[in-house]
């Protein structure tokens, strides 16, 4: 089949006015302009349209998608943390599947193709092995009680390999946070991911409240840790990932979630250790976290991607929304620069960057088609993301999703 739009965004190379690509077989074998369109094939048009590659959604909760507006914006992150374990008491394993159905139909309706889910029970593993998205679905575990490391990072790791893996879904264990985890949990979950040659996820530096905890051993989320267990650590003079790489727990090429509150070491660590930092704009604004450190990241040369976190700490799972929120914050960004931020570097960041992330001969055939309404005067990139631009088709390996 050949899909052919106004534009075509490759992500590496230049855009292609008229451009059309040819797939077989779930991968672009060809493409090209219309000039030199193959005769005599058949053609799926997208007239008004742009055609790019997906959204990889590198961090997203998907269990959480029913507990929109069930929590109001601007409360403090330990305080929101105990109003969301109050509110997911008690429900079911069919509610939690049921949210990560819904989930997954707004972020495929937002362009999102790929997404890391990050979810608690295990109930999300199974819902998302058989959605048409390519998923790497994670459990996550966390525990400060050194004595329970072995049970718990056994439950998660048993829920991770209760499915098979396919070419389109991958199982693993996904570290909560170091505030959160015991020294010899967080050991046993890099093993485990670094077997199955997957990346670890861990949220740091997510908040004042955290960066508070490690600096002096103090505050209200070092209270509400110890609440939970009486004996968690005091740290001093520290970060995150200073404590993180002192102990030899940061694994080379981790996805760094949220990174809002770093310091000049912490950049010199998440280069040397080759991360990358997953930015969440909406839950950036629900927390109203201090302003994303954006400018240090780039002048160091540290990768940053896009996530859309939950919909208890946001209000949308579109990662559409989220690359143009990022863009509202830092208008410096060019439009196709923000639009790779979801991409080619995500792609990179999940070390498929010869997968997914292009729209290229031998790349994957997972793309979406962006109304837009473009004249060919009219960047594409710019285009994408102006406020009426909307997702009408998805595909995965060629086959298209269903984005009702």
């Not at 599947?97 to 997954?104: A, C, L, N, T």
Request: aromatic letters at 6%; proline letters at 5%; a neutral charge.
């Amino acid at each position: 089949m050949i899909y052919q739009a106004d534009w075509l965004l490759p992500m590496d190379d230049a855009p292609l006015l008229r451009g059309w690509m040819k797939v077989e077989g779930g991968r672009v074998v060809a493409m090209g302009s219309e000039a030199a369109l193959p005769p005599d094939v058949e053609v799926q048009q997208f007239p008004g349209c742009v055609l790019l590659p997906g959204f990889i959604n590198a961090h997203c909760h998907l269990e959480l998608t029913a507990l929109k507006n069930r929590i109001p914006a601007g409360k403090s992150f330990p305080v929101w943390v105990e109003e969301l374990r109050g509110l997911t008491t008690g429900l079911s394993s069919e509610d939690y599947r049921q949210s990560v159905k819904e989930g997954i139909s707004l972020l495929l309706r937002g362009g999102a193709t790929t997404v890391i889910d990050v979810g608690n029970t295990g109930d999300a593993l199974s819902v998302l092995s058989e959605s048409p998205m390519r998923s790497f679905a994670l459990v996550e575990t966390l525990g400060l009680d050194p004595s329970l490391a072995e049970s718990r990072s056994e439950h998660a790791a048993s829920l991770a390999n209760q499915l098979a893996n396919t070419a389109r879904f991958r199982t693993g264990v996904a570290l909560h946070a170091a505030y959160s985890c015991s020294r010899e949990l967080l050991v046993k979950v890099n093993a485990f991911q670094k077997e199955r040659k997957l990346p670890v996820s861990i949220h740091a530096a997510e908040s004042a409240e955290e960066a508070e905890l490690f600096s002096s051993a103090s505050g209200s989320l070092q209270k509400y840790c110890r609440s939970i267990f009486p004996e968690a650590p005091e740290h001093w003079a520290t970060s995150p990932l200073r404590w993180l790489e002192e102990n030899l727990l940061l694994q080379e090429g981790a996805l760094v979630i949220h990174g809002n509150h770093l310091y000049e070491r912490d950049l010199e660590i998440l280069l040397r250790r080759k991360s990358t930092v997953v930015h969440c704009p909406s839950s950036h604004a629900f927390f109203g976290h201090k302003a994303f450190p954006y400018a240090e990241l780039r002048q160091r040369g540290i990768p940053v991607c896009l996530g859309t976190d939950s919909l208890a700490s946001g209000d949308s799972l579109s990662m559409l929304d989220q690359i143009r929120m990022f863009r509202k914050n830092f208008s410096e960004v060019t439009a196709q620069k923000a639009l790779r931020m979801a991409t080619t570097v995500a792609a990179r960041a999940l070390k498929m960057p010869r997968e997914l992330g292009v729209l290229g001969p031998r790349y994957r055939a997972d793309f979406i088609a962006v109304r837009t309404k473009t004249s060919p005067k009219e960047d594409p990139c710019e285009a994408v993301l102006r406020p009426d631009a909307q997702v009408v088709f998805a595909a995965i390996d060629g086959c298209e999703a269903d984005l009702k």
